[in-house]
């Protein structure tokens, strides 16, 4: 992860894998949190001097590899796999294993726990530092998303003071079940069907959207896809024509507040002045 605290933990670390004469691999993590994540392995020494660092990042940037979380997640486990072996076979009986991610880091940490659930390969996972959903994107291109997006409506159900209150029985994974079972038995007559567009495109159009505190969007979304009356099917036609990709966030003329404004106004608000706004 990033930031001070972070850093400062880091910087305790290599003092202490120095004394042990060991040695370090660090994933560094785009800002953004986009899931474009690259594995160097540092000396020790490098670690200890940041314009070193800096250098030997520079040096060495072509040997970088662009992954998205879970793919990094997987060499994580593939790494671990070599360094402990099965059932910790190749460790002494007193070793142990703990992972700890920080602010962004905890992101990895989170498909690592999906990714490895039934074999338990590490013996502590510690997440410090963990960031809301609200303040991130969620990974572009990830083929987990169906995961990422249980992640979110989870944590929604817990915002029972914010994102929740605006489900009816303050019960968005219910809403977000019938979303689902709606979409997987109903097939050629589902809203998604009808509007000509597949789950994992309406997952990814929601992927693009930059959080800041604007879980408000996601209920809005998902209610207009249960109901599917024709203005929500106008809605939504509209949303995924206008909800853009992070690529085109730097493009001329392109700007992340109007789209903002454009889903919250036809989400939130009736497309047809004559429709009635329906409570969540």
Not at 37 to 60: D, M, Q
Not at 111 to 133: G, M, S
Not at 183 to 202: A, P, R
Not at 242 to 265: H, S
Request: hydrophobic share 35%; aromatic share 12%.
């Amino acid at each position: 992860g990033g930031g001070a605290p972070v850093s400062t933990l880091e910087f305790e670390a290599v003092s202490v894998v120095s004394a042990l004469n060991g040695s370090i691999s660090i994933y560094v993590t785009d800002k953004r949190g986009v899931g474009k994540s690259s594995l160097l392995e540092y000396p020790t020494s490098i670690v200890k001097n940041f314009t070193a660092c800096l250098s030997y990042i520079r040096e060495y940037k072509y040997c970088l590899k662009q992954n998205t979380f879970t793919d990094t997640t997987f060499d994580l486990e593939s790494i671990l796999k070599v360094i402990i072996g099965n059932n910790h076979q190749y460790l002494n009986t007193t070793q142990r294993v703990i992972l700890m991610g920080s602010s962004q880091g905890t992101y990895p940490l989170q498909r690592y726990l999906h990714i490895t659930e039934d074999n338990e390969q590490v013996d502590a996972v510690i997440f410090d530092f963990v960031l809301p959903t609200d303040i991130t994107r969620l990974i572009h291109g990830d083929k987990y998303l169906n995961y990422i997006f249980l992640d979110l409506f989870t944590c929604c159900s817990q915002d029972e003071q914010g994102c929740a209150k605006y489900f009816e029985d303050k019960n968005p994974m219910r809403a977000l079940y019938t979303y689902k079972m709606n979409e997987d038995f109903q097939t050629n007559s589902s809203c998604l069907y009808l509007l000509n567009i597949t789950t994992d495109d309406i997952a990814k159009k929601m992927s693009y959207i930059f959080y800041q505190n604007m879980m408000e969007l996601f209920p809005a979304l998902i209610y207009r896809i249960n109901r599917c009356n024709f203005d929500d099917q106008n809605i939504l036609k509209h949303f995924i024509n206008v909800t853009q990709p992070p690529v085109e966030d730097g493009a001329p003329g392109y700007a992340l507040l109007v789209e903002f404004n454009n889903n919250f106004a036809e989400l939130w608000s009736p497309l047809n002045p004559q429709e009635k706004k329906s409570n969540m």
